[in-house]
């Protein structure tokens, strides 16, 4: 057994034996079947906090011939399959972690020759393994691998975690990058690499198409934020994993969807970030754990290049709506950056955003990552966006004080930000100005949109979220009217009547803009119904 050739189970038997080990070994079920397919290679890339490691040690723990894994696995989902010995502690694993190989490299002031480091501790430990094939004065792995392949027809199966490190960690560093592709494409390209790969996994967080002209990879099966395909319900938990959590560690299932749920594919409508439920889990309490293991200083400054109005697309999702992105733009590195949609997708591959396929859009997941966009914006370098949120808490305080006067003010200044004056001219602008002017109402309101109520149709309802105890937010809107008749038109038609079992306050707010004054005015009144 070695550290990178034939590696133990040592990792992943700690995370079993926690007894919080949420099993994901089914998986491996896929890998098998990939290993017979004439393309076994995976990249199956997910953000921070997502498991991308455990399921690294998990693969390594299964296929090493370097441990006896019969045990650990014996309680897990993969031994209930009939097929569940077939490549069982059978293969020669070869395992890197290119985070600490980097970290030893940062130690030791040696980064420019972290490859050749790469090559030298496994090409020693494959001397070791395989002493009569490999010679002494070798010094690279894929020359190693193609040699004992040859003289055994020995297959190894590759795992890399953290595939990306270099690309992101060192994303300035040109030469070494180059040198890693190469090193990676005679890893994994070519006739030689074809006959001594058995199976290649490697997981990071960025994907692998496009790395500038460079396209080592692009023989790899791809699994990302975008697209996980069939190792959708790996990218984290599922929603019956969550349940049966929540219900085991007697914790709220629905406030625990509110908080860490959001990320939603095709084929898996709800995708929990694991490391945050875990954590809530632990600490028996839910709030954000982002800030554990990753700063909001890289998202400040992705928001803060403003490329095509990527601010206003932030304040767009912050209050709650979906914007359209195009994510093949992308070059999938955190250098070529060169608009807006490149920006947003990166942003879902890191984790800060969710993508919805079906709509090509891109939206906030959950309140978790929510709370660190709020952080990012009001700290933002861009004085213009951190005054957009500021603005929308005073603009909720006015509201909530009954404060007409003063809420006519902040949405005023909402539209300014906000509307292009030559399409600020019905109803349906002065909606979607109000909409983003209340970004702040997420924290404890969810929102209805002509919400069908007595005679008609209520324009907007912002209605408190559990354990909330703000009150009830029903708001009419009017063009070239008035913000009294928008009151008159809640109470008449009976618009009340939508939430007439909700025992808390509701607010009536009617808001209007008169075209020819340029103006904005707001009246409100608190609701009196009988609770009888």
Same mark, same amino acid.
């Given at each position: 057994?070695?550290?990178?050739?034939?590696?133990?189970?040592?990792?992943?038997?700690?995370?079993?034996?926690?007894?919080?080990?949420v099993?994901?070994?089914?998986?491996?079920?896929?890998?098998?079947?990939?290993?017979?397919?004439?393309?076994?290679?995976?990249?199956?890339?997910?953000?921070?906090?997502?498991?991308?490691?455990?399921?690294?040690?998990?693969?390594?723990? $299964?296929?090493?011939?370097? %441990?006896?894994?019969?045990?650990?696995?014996?309680?897990?989902?993969?031994?209930?399959?009939?097929?569940?010995?077939?490549?069982?502690?059978?293969?020669?694993?070869?395992?890197?972690?290119?985070? *600490?190989?980097?970290?030893?490299?940062?130690?030791?002031?040696?980064?420019?020759?972290?490859?050749?480091?790469?090559?030298?501790?496994?090409?020693? =430990?494959?001397?070791?393994?395989?002493?009569?094939?490999?010679?002494? !004065?070798?010094?690279?792995?894929?020359?190693?691998?193609?040699?004992?392949?040859?003289?055994?027809?020995?297959?190894?199966?590759?795992?890399?975690?953290?595939?990306? %490190?270099?690309?992101?960690?060192e994303? *300035?560093?040109?030469?070494?990058?180059?040198?890693?592709?190469?090193?990676?494409?005679?890893?994994?390209?070519?006739?030689?690499? &074809?006959?001594?790969?058995?199976?290649a996994?490697?997981?990071?967080?960025?994907?692998?198409?496009?790395?500038?002209?460079?396209?080592?990879l692009?023989?790899?099966?791809?699994?990302?934020?975008?697209?996980?395909?069939?190792?959708?319900?790996?990218?984290?938990?599922? =929603?019956?994993?969550?349940?049966?959590? %929540?219900?085991?560690y007697?914790?709220?299932? *629905?406030? %625990?969807?509110?908080? $860490? &749920?959001?990320?939603?594919?095709?084929?898996?409508?709800?995708?929990?970030?694991?490391?945050?439920?875990?954590?809530?889990?632990?600490?028996?309490?839910?709030?954000?754990?982002?800030?554990?293991?990753?700063?909001? *200083?890289?998202?400040?400054?992705?928001?803060?290049?403003?490329?095509?109005?990527?601010?206003?697309?932030?304040?767009?999702?912050l209050?709650?709506?979906?914007?359209?992105i195009?994510?093949?733009?992308?070059?999938?590195?955190?250098?070529?950056?060169?608009?807006?949609?490149?920006?947003?997708?990166?942003?879902?591959?890191?984790?800060?955003?969710?993508?919805?396929?079906? =709509?090509?859009?891109?939206?906030?997941?959950?309140?978790?990552?929510?709370?660190?966009?709020?952080?990012a914006?009001?700290?933002?370098?861009?004085?213009?966006?951190?005054?957009?949120?500021?603005?929308? !808490?005073?603009?909720?305080?006015?509201?909530?004080?009954?404060?007409?006067?003063?809420?006519?003010?902040?949405?005023?200044?909402?539209?300014? $930000?906000?509307?292009?004056?030559?399409?600020?001219?019905n109803?349906?602008?002065?909606?979607?100005v109000?909409?983003?002017?209340?970004?702040?109402?997420? !924290? !404890?309101?969810?929102d209805f949109?002509?919400?069908?109520?007595?005679?008609?149709y209520?324009?907007?309802?912002?209605?408190?979220?559990?354990?909330?105890?703000?009150?009830?937010?029903?708001?009419?809107?009017?063009?070239?009217?008035?913000?009294?008749?928008?009151?008159?038109?809640?109470?008449?038609?009976?618009?009340?009547?939508?939430?007439?079992?909700?025992?808390?306050?509701?607010?009536?707010?009617?808001?209007?803009?008169?075209?020819?004054?340029?103006?904005?005015?707001?009246?409100?009144?608190?609701?009196?119904?009988?609770?009888?």
């Amino acid at each position: 057994m070695g550290k990178f050739v034939n590696p133990g189970n040592e990792a992943f038997q700690r995370v079993v034996r926690t007894g919080k080990y949420v099993d994901k070994s089914s998986m491996i079920e896929f890998t098998n079947n990939i290993i017979h397919d004439f393309r076994p290679l995976i990249c199956f890339s997910r953000p921070r906090r997502f498991g991308k490691s455990i399921a690294a040690h998990m693969l390594t723990a $299964y296929y090493s011939k370097g %441990c006896d894994s019969r045990e650990i696995f014996s309680a897990l989902k993969i031994a209930e399959l009939p097929t569940f010995e077939d490549e069982l502690n059978k293969n020669t694993v070869i395992y890197l972690d290119m985070q *600490e190989f980097r970290s030893y490299a940062s130690r030791h002031n040696a980064m420019q020759q972290i490859v050749q480091h790469i090559q030298d501790v496994v090409v020693q =430990e494959l001397k070791l393994e395989y002493p009569n094939i490999v010679k002494d !004065d070798e010094n690279d792995i894929p020359h190693a691998l193609a040699e004992i392949n040859s003289k055994t027809g020995e297959q190894f199966i590759v795992i890399i975690d953290e595939w990306d %490190c270099l690309f992101r960690e060192e994303k *300035e560093n040109e030469a070494i990058q180059e040198c890693y592709v190469n090193f990676l494409r005679g890893m994994f390209k070519g006739g030689s690499a &074809d006959a001594f790969i058995k199976l290649a996994y490697i997981t990071g967080i960025l994907p692998i198409k496009k790395y500038g002209t460079q396209s080592a990879l692009n023989n790899f099966r791809e699994y990302t934020m975008v697209s996980p395909g069939k190792l959708a319900e790996y990218v984290g938990f599922t =929603e019956a994993e969550v349940q049966a959590l %929540c219900e085991r560690y007697e914790m709220d299932f *629905e406030e %625990c969807k509110r908080w $860490y &749920d959001g990320y939603s594919f095709n084929h898996m409508a709800s995708v929990y970030s694991p490391n945050s439920v875990m954590n809530a889990i632990d600490n028996g309490e839910f709030g954000s754990y982002w800030t554990k293991t990753e700063t909001y *200083e890289s998202l400040r400054f992705y928001i803060d290049t403003n490329f095509d109005e990527v601010r206003t697309a932030i304040v767009a999702m912050l209050s709650g709506e979906m914007v359209e992105i195009d994510p093949e733009t992308f070059q999938n590195d955190m250098v070529n950056i060169h608009n807006r949609d490149d920006v947003l997708t990166l942003l879902v591959h890191l984790g800060y955003l969710a993508y919805n396929g079906n =709509e090509k859009s891109v939206y906030i997941p959950n309140e978790e990552v929510r709370a660190e966009f709020i952080r990012a914006t009001k700290n933002s370098s861009r004085e213009e966006l951190s005054k957009v949120i500021r603005n929308s !808490d005073a603009l909720l305080k006015a509201t909530l004080r009954m404060d007409g006067e003063e809420v006519a003010e902040r949405i005023e200044m909402a539209h300014q $930000y906000y509307a292009n004056a030559k399409f600020y001219n019905n109803e349906q602008a002065l909606r979607m100005v109000i909409m983003l002017a209340y970004v702040s109402r997420v !924290d !404890d309101y969810c929102d209805f949109q002509e919400l069908p109520s007595g005679k008609g149709y209520a324009d907007i309802l912002f209605f408190p979220k559990k354990k909330s105890r703000k009150p009830a937010l029903l708001i009419e809107l009017k063009w070239n009217h008035s913000s009294g008749g928008a009151i008159e038109q809640i109470k008449e038609n009976g618009y009340c009547d939508a939430i007439k079992n909700y025992g808390g306050d509701i607010l009536l707010v009617g808001i209007n803009y008169d075209e020819k004054e340029k103006k904005h005015t707001c009246q409100i009144e608190k609701f009196e119904y009988s609770r009888s």
